[in-house]
């Protein structure tokens, strides 16, 4: 599975972005996509994720602002970003798994085992 994040940039608070992944046809037959992200001197966490059934999750620090779509057609996965804050900066990942055992785990890093390069969000 390979996964190329784009999109990444530098935006005021407030602003929008959007952040695609170039998926390769064997990730869109993975169980699950998802974002993650990074912040400086901090641990990943996961951001929003998509089943193959189409059903979401998303951390309660993005809900109502975040929304997470794949396009398998296309074999792209996107997030769209709005309303942007300080505490979204940080290297934002696509990951992929064959597998989530529990759906309480999709936003686990630990369940993911193939990942992009990342893109870098800075909001200031």
């Known amino acids: 599975v390979q996964l190329v994040e784009s999109g990444g940039g530098s935006v005021q608070a407030g602003g929008s972005l959007r952040l695609s992944c170039a998926v390769s046809?064997?990730?869109?037959?993975?169980?699950?996509l998802a974002w993650f992200r990074q912040a400086p001197g901090k641990g990943r966490e996961g951001v929003s994720a998509v089943e193959k059934d189409g059903s979401t999750a998303y951390a309660d620090s993005v809900k109502g602002r975040f929304s997470i779509s794949k396009d398998q057609y296309k074999n792209t996965l996107t997030l769209e970003m709005n309303n942007l804050q300080p505490e979204d900066t940080g290297m934002y990942y696509c990951?992929?798994?064959?597998?989530?055992?529990?759906?309480?785990?999709?936003?686990?890093?630990?369940?993911?085992?193939?990942w992009g390069q990342g893109t870098q969000v800075t909001v200031s």
């Open positions: 990951a992929s798994t064959p597998l989530v055992r529990e759906k309480w785990l999709r936003l686990v890093e630990a369940e993911y085992n193939y």
């Open positions: 046809r064997d990730g869109h037959a993975s169980n699950c």
